[in-house]
């Protein structure tokens, strides 16, 4: 609208300059005792250079305060217009990751920007609220907020569709002497879900701390008072108390072990190490708790030694780790496979983990983003109870058993949440595969560099 009235306006400045232009070469004629011919054509020239002169001051001093909008803004700072204005705010909002919804009094929406668009499949500006948002606990705040004009915030759980957590902000203003209405979702899901994982884990630590703590107080009150000279209970209790002693041991140090590697998750290694060598390492370190079982491993690898980018000590955890589960979950007097392979992309190392046997079921629990970079791959592979599918979701979980069965089984249940923060640090990937009632393989994929 201001580019128009600028315009008008330097048409009519020019006109009227034409005008006394003409005014004046007609005074001219009448006065002047000259050729009229020459008179004419002086008036004409002069007229015409003040014509064009003044039109072209005009033109300069008139020219508008709106930007020329297509104009990148830093050009022209000064000249800061409504319409470039009006872009820049929408530029802005559309750059916030957080879906921002504005809406009229009428609850009718007017602007969304193209986080909230996808979010919750908008389509078209001007619809009511409730068209494409029909939560009851949204539209009851959104009511709340323009009956009192109070700022609203709150925590909005729903499913879209895996669990979300959003913090939602609901503030009022006026603008042009109308209500308007803007509605802020922040995801807040990995935050709560975290503090519920806390919370989890640290009730769960304390239900599997007090069982051994239990027994050992049990023990140690018999052996004091009805059993204090009874040698052959003393010889009966204090083994059990030495491997419940034992179990609180290793449940500590997995919890200092867990706590610590989620310290350093964000910390990629950037030392190159020798894969192969440490997988065999950690081989022999279980030989012991093998022969215990009556059970066998047998190592697949290649005739060179393949390379990893990655912390040893932490990777000969992940290695026991799965050895040890291996042979927990396994048959007795069975052999287990730990077989060593690369130089895998991700897909091919997913292939490999994922899809090596006929009719198994399989998920991968870790996996990074495609980069394309080169991966180092290790397969431990048992023979036993399988893995049935309905239970591969929950298998990294803290504490997590799949049956009463299991929960039986000598262990802190927290061996494969640690394998699995190992591989997250190392920016690597966790498969697992099944047959039930046979099988069962853990694989990982290391980045090479």
Known sequence: MTNQKSTTYKLLLAIFIIILAIILEI???????????????????????????????????????????????EKKPETFGRISRQRFARAAIDAIDNPILILDGGMRLLIANENAKKRFSINVVGARLEAFMRDPLILKMVESALDDKAPKQFIWEHYFPNQIFDRVDISTFEYENELRIIIVFTDETE?????????????????????????????????????????????????IMSREAE??????????????????????????????????????ASEPYLKSRNQKIKILKPKINLPALADSDELQQVFTNLIENASKYGDEKSEIIFEIDGIFTLDEAKKHGLAKWENSHSLSLNSPEETGKKYVFARVENHGKGISARYMPRLSERFYRIDDESAHVRGTGLGLAIVKHIIKRHCGALFVESIENQMTAFSIAIPIE
């Open 191 to 239: 935050m709560r879900k975290t503090e519920l994982m806390r919370v989890d884990f640290l009730a769960n630590a304390g239900h599997e701390l007090r069982t051994p703590l239990a027994s050992i107080r049990g023990f140690l009150e018999t052996m004091q008072s009805a059993a204090k000279d009874d040698y052959a209970a003393f010889e009966r209790f204090l083994p």
């Open 27 to 73: 005074s001219m004629v009448n006065n002047v005792e000259l050729p009229q011919e020459i008179i004419a054509s002086i008036a004409i020239i002069v007229s015409t250079i003040i014509s064009f002169g003044f039109f072209e001051i005009i033109v300069r001093l008139s020219k508008p305060l709106d930007d020329d909008f297509n104009a990148p803004i």
């Open 247 to 284: 179990r609180m041991h290793r449940l500590i140090e997995d919890i200092f072990s867990l706590s610590k590697i989620e310290f350093n998750e964000h910390v990629a290694p950037s030392t190159q190490i020798d894969f192969t060598n440490t997988a065999e390492f950690s081989i022999n």
